[in-house]
Structures are given as structure tokens and as C-alpha cells.
């Protein structure tokens, strides 16, 4: 069965609208919610991953639902311009649909598409970018890329989890928040989490819940290298020399390097290095991941931005290098760059690469990748992306390439910018498909470009998160 997008109009989609025009996301009269079940039909699926369904002309919109299938549902929420409601009983289930791996995925909001089958994921995923780009963008790629994919599971190497202690349950809950609420689930376990991480959830509660400062501990930073798993404990309240030995005891027992951090990123400190006896004593506090296409290793601290999924992230960098067609003449320009995940790589196949980020803390760390693989034909400056960049001096000259990876406000003041440096070829990649599609549209509608190829990579299966790559030429 296939998968029909539903096209949110400004009357039925506060969220696009609110992220497109800087709108509040409904400004309602909340009505009150009868009791009585009812029967629908489900059309179609939000990107949020809830079914849409009609109701006395209006948008319902189902949790747990799939399009295709009729549903016995009872309203939660019921506002001026849609409701909701939560699905109670499958009463004509969708051949797509399948039994959830999770035992916490009804409560959980870490996935909301684990009931529908692996690759219909994709195809709804694919479905949204190309409607994205079609009706904000205005523009079709001449060719659909087939998705990326990867693991299903144990995939997630980098995560935020909310710790809580619940007076009324008398325990510590580590987690994602619940659905649609600010309240902690009360997990166990996580299956998309590397498994490191998430098969120890429960032991990680229970050494929380004996700490002095279970109340003083409000959330953990997961952090996975290729060796060591960094977690980084924030911490409202010094612990105790009990609560650290208790903590140094649990690192050492899993192999995780430990870190607390009582303030920004200035104030995190290393308490357990567990890394492989090879890594000298200095420098256990640094975690790792390679890029073996490249023969690269990329050093990072636990509060440094990397691509969540390390399988696809290999295939996504091996794919923007091929898709900016780079030889030994090209000169590329990196917007966003990080620590130099991008950068680096693409140095290795090009005559030179200029990364730029706005952080200054990560551009140091990415000169510091370059210099710890050799790497002489890669700069990097630090610089707000959001403002007029012509007077930087990286920005003297042309560029032949450009590669952007900009955050999900995406990057519409630097299409001018990017069109004015003369590059033949542009890849982005979008975590999300709205404002991809409305900086696409401008490179195309008003600079002469043409969008090439585009599509959609499983960085976060069985969730809404669509994480998809364009590429665009100018002859």
C-alpha cells in the first residue's frame, strides 16, 4: 500500500508554518474533550508520524495510526483548527503494519514510527522531501536518489537522556521524554541506542537512585566513539566522595569514560578514562571514530556535535564527495564544518578545502583532526553563518565545489553568498526537508542553478526525522 503525504495547509499545520513564517504554533481555544470513542478512517500521515483522518469536516490527527487503516480512537486534545486523538484499537490494521520491538514505544517520544515496516519508513520519508521540495520549493530533481541505509538498531551513538527522580515512584527514571509530554518514560532499555548504552538503562537508573544528588542530577549527555562511550553527567550539586567512587566503580565496570559538567562546556571534567590501553594516559578523556575510506580518525570531546549514526554517516561522506565530482584542481568550500567530519575527507581528493563553522571550540578541534591525520591542504575559520560573509578573507576568489550541512533553520541569507563564489556544484545536507526545499528553490529560481539529484538517508530509522542530501549543478 502506498503512502500519500499530507499536504499541511495554513489552516491545518501550525508547525510548517510557524517554522516557515516565525508563527506561533496554534494560537487556540482548547474545547472539551468528549469521552465517547469513535471510528475513523486514516488517509494519510503527518511528519510528525501520527495518522490524519476527517471528522465533521475538520483534521483529526491519530497516535498510532497508519494510513489505510480503520481505527477506534478517543479525542486527547481537541483545538480550533485540528484535533487529536489516540488510537485504542486497530480495527483493519495496514499490511505495513508490524509489532513494535520496543516494550516502551506507546509511552516513549525517542520513536514514533516503529510500528510501521522498515522500508515503508523510507518511502513516506522520501514522499515528504519530494512534496517538500515540489510545493515550497517549486523544483523537482531530475533524479530520485535510492534511500541510504544502515542499521535498524543500536544505531544511535549520540543522545541527550533526562534523569528524574519521582517522589511517587520512589526511583530515578533515565530516558526520553514521554510523548507529547515533559515528563521522563520509564524505560529499561533502548533499542535504538548503541547498545552499550541502552542495554544498561536500568543499572544506569539504580546508580543514580543511590547517589547523594539523585535530585541534583537532571540529565545525561551519550557520546559513543569507536572504542569508548563518553557519558556526561550534568550536575546541579558537587556529588560526594561516596557519589564519585560509586560513579568510578560503574565506569570502569562497563568500560565508559565518565565526566561531570556543572556549568557550560568550560566546566566539564573527566572522572573515569576507560579507553583501550593503547591511548595514552593524557589523552583518555578524548573519544574517537574513524572514517576508514579515508583513512581518517576523528578525535571529539562528549559535548561535540557528530552525525548520530556512524554507518551513515560513512556512506553520506563517500556520497558528497562523488556527487561533487572532485579531482585534483577542485577547491571546496565547507559551510558548517564541525570538527572537519566533511572537511577532512573531502581534502583527500581535492587540490584545497576551506571548512567554516560558527563555533570557535570546534574549529580548533577540527585544525587539531587535521594536523592528527596529516592533513596540510585543509583550512578552517570560525565565523557567524548568518551574516554577510563577503568581507571574510576565505571568501576572496571562486570556488569550484560547495558543501553546506546547516542546522534545521537551514541557510536562505547565505544563498546569495554561496551563488555569487561561482560553484558549479552544490551538495546540502538537510535535517529538514522544509527548509531544504525553500533554499533549494532560491538557488534554482534565482541563480541559475538546477537541482540534480535528491534524497533521503535512514540516519534515524523507526523515527519522523528525515535527514535527506540535494545536489545542484550550474553549467
Given at each position: 500500500m502506498g503512502f500519500r503525504l499530507f499536504l499541511l495547509e495554513a489552516t491545518d499545520a501550525p508547525i510548517l508554518v510557524a517554522l516557515l513564517n516565525n508563527l506561533p504554533e496554534d494560537p487556540v481555544t482548547k474545547i472539551k474533550?468528549?469521552?465517547?470513542?469513535?471510528?475513523?478512517?486514516?488517509?494519510?500521515?503527518?511528519?510528525?508520524?501520527?495518522?490524519?483522518?476527517?471528522r465533521d469536516g475538520k483534521a483529526v490527527f491519530v497516535e498510532g495510526a497508519?494510513?489505510?487503516?480503520?481505527?477506534?480512537?478517543?479525542?486527547?486534545?481537541?483545538?480550533?483548527?485540528?484535533?487529536?486523538a489516540r488510537t485504542l484499537e486497530v480495527l483493519q490494521a495496514s499490511p505495513e503494519r508490524v509489532e513494535p520491538r520496543c516494550a516502551h514505544f506507546s509511552v516513549c517520544g525517542g520513536c514514533t514510527l516503529q510500528h510501521l515496516l522498515p522500508s515503508a519508513q523510507l518511502a513516506v520519508k522520501q514522499r515528504w522531501l519530494l512534496d517538500s521540495l515540489t510545493h515550497i520549493g517549486k523544483v523537482q530533481p531530475a533524479q530520485v536518489l535510492e534511500p541510504m541505509t544502515g542499521p535498524l538498531?543500536?544505531?544511535?551513538?549520540?543522545?541527550r537522556l533526562g534523569v528524574k527522580y519521582v517522589t511517587k515512584k520512589g526511583r530515578v527514571l533515565v530516558g526520553f521524554?514521554?510523548?507529547?509530554?515533559?515528563?521522563?518514560?520509564?524505560?529499561?532499555?533502548?533499542?535504538?541506542?548503541?547498545?552499550?548504552?541502552?542495554?544498561?538503562?536500568?543499572?544506569?537508573?539504580?546508580?543514580?537512585?543511590?547517589?547523594?544528588?539523585?535530585?541534583?542530577?537532571?540529565?545525561?549527555?551519550?557520546?559513543?566513539?569507536?572504542d569508548v562511550i563518553g557519558l556526561n553527567f550534568r550536575v546541579l550539586t558537587p556529588p560526594s566522595e561516596a557519589d564519585l567512587a560509586?560513579?568510578?566503580?560503574?565506569?570502569?565496570?562497563?568500560?565508559?569514560?565518565?565526566?561531570?559538567?556543572?556549568?557550560?562546556?568550560?566546566?566539564?571534567?573527566?572522572?573515569?578514562?576507560?579507553?583501550?590501553?593503547?591511548?595514552?594516559?593524557?589523552?583518555r578523556g578524548i573519544l574517537r571514530y574513524s572514517l576508514p575510506d579515508f583513512g581518517l580518525e576523528l578525535e571529539f570531546q562528549p559535548w561535540h556535535f557528530i552525525q548520530v549514526n556512524a554507518a551513515i554517516n560513512r556512506q553520506l561522506i563517500s556520497r558528497a564527495g562523488e556527487f561533487l565530482e572532485l579531482g585534483p584542481d577542485s577547491r571546496v568550500l565547507d559551510l558548517f564544518c564541525g570538527l572537519g567530519n566533511f572537511t577532512l575527507a573531502l581534502a583527500r581528493q581535492a587540490r584545497e578545502v576551506v571548512g567554516v563553522e560558527g563555533d570557535?571550540?570546534?574549529?580548533?578541534?577540527?585544525?587539531?583532526?587535521?594536523?592528527?591525520?596529516?592533513?596540510?591542504?585543509?583550512?578552517?575559520?570560525?565565523?557567524?553563518?548568518?551574516?554577510?560573509?563577503?568581507?571574510?578573507?576565505?571568501?576572496q576568489g571562486r570556488y569550484d565545489r560547495v558543501l553546506l550541512d546547516p542546522p534545521r533553520s537551514g541557510a536562505l541569507d547565505m544563498m546569495p553568498q554561496i551563488a555569487a563564489l561561482g560553484a558549479q556544484r552544490v551538495v546540502y545536507v538537510s535535517c529538514h526537508p522544509?527548509?531544504?526545499?525553500?533554499?533549494?528553490?532560491?538557488?534554482?529560481?534565482?541563480?541559475?542553478?538546477?537541482l540534480d539529484r535528491a534524497g533521503v538517508m535512514d540516519m534515524f530509522p523507526h523515527t519522523a526525522h528525515v535527514e535527506s542530501l540535494a545536489v545542484l549543478v550550474r553549467d
Open positions: 474533550t468528549p469521552a465517547e470513542p469513535f471510528t475513523l478512517q486514516i488517509d494519510n500521515l503527518t511528519h510528525e508520524g501520527q495518522g490524519v483522518a476527517r497508519l494510513p489505510g487503516e480503520e481505527v477506534r480512537c478517543a479525542y486527547t486534545t481537541r483545538r480550533s483548527r485540528r484535533d487529536e538498531w543500536g544505531y544511535r551513538r549520540r543522545a521524554r514521554e510523548r507529547h509530554s515533559p515528563y521522563i518514560a520509564d524505560l529499561r532499555r533502548c533499542e535504538v541506542l548503541d547498545e552499550r548504552v541502552g542495554g544498561v538503562l536500568e543499572e544506569l537508573a539504580l546508580l543514580i537512585d543511590g547517589l547523594s544528588i539523585r535530585d541534583r542530577l537532571p540529565q545525561i549527555e551519550v557520546a559513543g566513539g569507536d560509586e560513579l568510578q566503580a560503574f565506569g570502569a565496570r562497563h568500560g565508559f569514560a565518565l565526566y561531570l559538567q556543572s556549568g557550560g562546556p568550560d566546566s566539564v571534567q573527566l572522572l573515569t578514562p576507560s579507553p583501550p590501553t593503547s591511548v595514552p594516559a593524557g589523552e570557535a571550540s570546534l574549529i580548533e578541534w577540527a585544525k587539531r583532526n587535521a594536523a592528527l591525520n596529516g592533513i596540510a591542504n585543509a583550512q578552517f575559520h570560525a565565523a557567524d553563518l548568518a551574516k554577510d560573509l563577503n568581507g571574510q578573507s576565505w571568501m522544509a527548509t531544504l526545499a525553500r533554499d533549494v528553490g532560491e538557488l534554482v529560481h534565482q541563480f541559475g542553478y538546477r
